[in-house]
C-alpha cells in the first residue's frame, strides 16, 4: 500500500469513527404513538398505574421557564439580584437549574418547560420592560443565551428527560421587529437545535397564543403556519415535535389542533378541578382531533393534599400536568420556580407538596 493510500484509508476510517460518534452520542429520543409518549422507545411510567388510573405514556412536567433568563435592560436589571450577593447573575441561575435537575427527575418528573424568552419574572404582569431574548431584532441568535440552553440540553439528554422549548413569551415578542424576524428566529433556533444532534426536545411554538401577541403569526388564526415551519425542518430524516398553547381554560382551535404533534392545555383561572376533565373532553371533540397527547405544561393550581386537584383530575382524565409556581406577595426566596432570582431547589411547601404527589402517582 502507497502513502496515498495509507493517507485516504486513515481519512476514511477517521470520518467514519466521527459519523458514528455523532449519530450516537446523544442518549434520549422522545416519539409518540398514538396518544403517549415513549422515551427511547419505552413508554414513559412504563406499566404505572395510579388509583385506577393510567399513567404510563404520560409526560409529567414543571413550568421552569427561566432557565436561560437574563436582563439586557440596564435600568430593570436590579430587579432580580440574588438576596445573598445582591447582584444578578445569568450563569449562576443556568448552573443552579442544572444542579436541580437529577432532583428533580428522582422524584419522577420527565419534562420541563423552558421558554427561550422566559416568562413574568413576577409570574403575571402586564407591562415588561425587561429585556430578555435570545434574538436580535432581525431574528439572529445571541449565542451567551445558546451557550447557556446547551448546557441544560446536555444535562436532560443525560438524565433521559424531555425539554419542552418555548421559542417565544408575550411581552418580548415585540423584540423582534417584523414577522420576518419572527419566522426567522424560528428557523435559526430549531436549526440551532437540530445542528446540535439533540432528540429529546419538544417544540412549543409560543406560550399562550391568544395573549397580547404584536405579530400576527404568533396569534391564534396564524400560529399554525409556524408549527408547520417548525414541521418541515430535518436532518437526517429527523424532526421535532411541536405544538403550541393558549391561556387558561382555552379549549385549542382546529387549526392548531389539526397541525400539532401534541396538544397543550394551561389551567390557569380553572379553579374546579371538574373544569379540567371538561376541557380535556372539549379538546378531544375539536374537528381533527385524532389520539394525541394531551399536556398540561401551565397550572397555578395546587391543593395537593386533596383528594381531586387538577393533578389529579388532569390524570383522571389521561392527560399530563405541569406545575406552575410562583413567588407571591411578601413571600420568601424559596417560593416559586418563575420568580426571578430563582431557587430551583424543592424548598417551599409547595414545591414539596407537587414533588410528593408526582411521585406517588408515578411510582418513582
Known sequence: MNLKSAAFLACFYLFSAFA????????????????????????????????????????MNSRMVQGI??????????????????????????????ANMPIWKSYGLLSFTLNL?????????????????PYTETGELRSEYFKRLEKILDKADELGMVPI??????????RLASEKAVKNAVTNSVDWILEKGYTNVLIEVNNECNVRYDHEILQPERVHELIDLVKSKEKNGYRFLVSTSYGGGEVPKENVVRASDFILLHGNGVK????????????????????????????????FEQELNNFTAAVSAYSSWGYFDFRMKDEGFEEGYQSVPVDWGINSERKKGFFELLKEITGY
Open 69 to 98: 433568563f437574563d436582563d439586557l435592560n440596564p435600568e430593570t436589571v436590579s430587579n432580580w439580584e440574588y438576596p445573598d450577593t445582591k447582584a444578578w447573575d445569568a450563569n449562576r441561575n443556568t448552573d443552579e437549574f442544572i
Open 20 to 59: 458514528s460518534f455523532s449519530q450516537t452520542s446523544r442518549k434520549t429520543e422522545v416519539s409518540i404513538s398514538s396518544d403517549k409518549f415513549y422515551i427511547n422507545g419505552e413508554l414513559t411510567y412504563a406499566g404505572r398505574n395510579w388509583n385506577g388510573h393510567p399513567i404510563e405514556g404520560l409526560l
Open 117 to 133: 424568552q422566559g416568562g413574568s419574572p413576577f409570574g403575571y404582569s402586564q407591562g415588561q420592560p425587561w429585556i430578555n431574548s
Open 272 to 303: 374546579d378541578p371538574r373544569k379540567i376533565i371538561e376541557q380535556v373532553e372539549a379538546t378531544r371533540k375539536v374537528n381533527g382531533y385524532m389520539d394525541k397527547p394531551i399536556v398540561y405544561n401551565e397550572d397555578d393550581h395546587f391543593n
Open 165 to 174: 422549548i418555548g421559542l417565544f413569551y408575550f411581552g418580548q415578542d415585540d
